[in-house]
């Protein structure tokens, strides 16, 4: 049941460049967004969050983008720099219950 | 001065046997989650506590239980291990709804 897909398994990017991770849901019920960054051997690290009642949110070099109507979340790394180099994860959640859904993750690759 | 600790970080073990996994979280938070992420790199939740007590319990086999002796610790033991338990367990902690930390994983390998 693969409420979450993060439809690209990988991804590489020249240092410098804009980043763009995608990630398609099916629950409409969802109402929190986050972003995790993963590196190798360690836990998942919390980047980023945006609530539905909004479509944008900005944090540094790190943008999430909100498509309720298409149910469809992006992040957006400018510019990406090589310790960027993660496994992204996005995980929606919904008001009322502490589960977080994690998506299928994306390997980001920023070349140097 | 590390927020989520998990221990052990590997455990090699042979099917059949009981093992336990600890984690320890110095946030203060009231929530504490156990996550399976497979083979194919899939984060799965698996349990959650609140303040001791259980409110998620995803469709895990009964071999596996958590304990939570108190709001900073989550225990997680499993019994007869099986060869397909092979995975990283990681264990996370939120205070409420919140974005969770996560702990660097336990690598199970049973043989």
């Known amino acids: 049941d693969q409420q979450v897909k993060q439809n690209s398994p990988s991804l590489s990017v020249q240092e410098g460049r804009i980043s763009i991770l995608n990630c398609d849901y099916t629950?409409?019920?969802?109402?929190?967004f986050l972003w995790y960054k993963k590196y190798p051997a360690e836990g998942p690290t919390f980047l980023i969050s945006i609530s539905s009642i909004k479509d944008k949110n900005e944090d540094g070099r790190f943008t999430v983008f909100l498509n309720k109507s298409a149910k469809h979340l992006s992040l957006h790394i400018v510019p990406s720099q090589p310790g960027d180099s993660a496994v992204y994860f996005c995980?929606?959640?919904?008001?009322?219950?502490?589960?977080?859904?994690f998506g299928t993750g994306t390997r980001l690759k920023v070349l140097a | 001065d590390t927020a989520v600790s998990q221990t052990p970080k590997y455990l090699v073990t042979q099917m059949g046997n009981d093992k336990s996994i600890k984690c320890e979280q110095n946030?203060?938070?009231?929530?504490m989650y156990w996550y399976k992420q497979d083979s194919k790199k899939f984060l799965k939740i698996m349990f959650s506590y609140n303040n001791k007590e259980l409110i998620i319990n995803e469709t895990v086999p009964n071999r596996f239980s958590p304990k939570s002796p108190d709001k900073a610790h989550l225990n997680l033991h499993i019994n007869s291990l099986e060869l397909g338990d092979s995975a990283v367990y990681f264990c996370a902690s939120s205070q409420y709804r919140d974005e969770q930390f996560f702990g660097p994983g336990t690598r199970l390998t049973v043989l």
């Open positions: 995980a929606p959640h919904y008001s009322g219950t502490y589960k977080y859904i």
């Open positions: 629950n409409s019920m969802f109402d929190y």
């Open positions: 946030l203060g938070h009231d929530t």
